[in-house]
């Protein structure tokens, strides 16, 4: 198991398949960090 992980991603209206991928990351890591990014329209 790695110590530390990382995921990033917009999230925005989070729903059940981005649940998924967030546990899914976490069984690979103690403690993951979570980037959560907007979209921006400039």
């Known amino acids: ?3 530390i ?3 990033q991603g917009r999230f925005q209206g989070l729903h059940i398949g981005h649940m998924e991928f967030l546990l899914e990351a976490k069984k690979r ?3 993951l ?8 329209k400039q």
């Open 5 to 7: 992980g990382a995921v």
């Open 29 to 31: 890591c103690r403690f």
């Open 1 to 3: 198991m790695v110590e």
């Open 33 to 40: 960090f979570i980037g959560v990014s907007n979209y921006d």
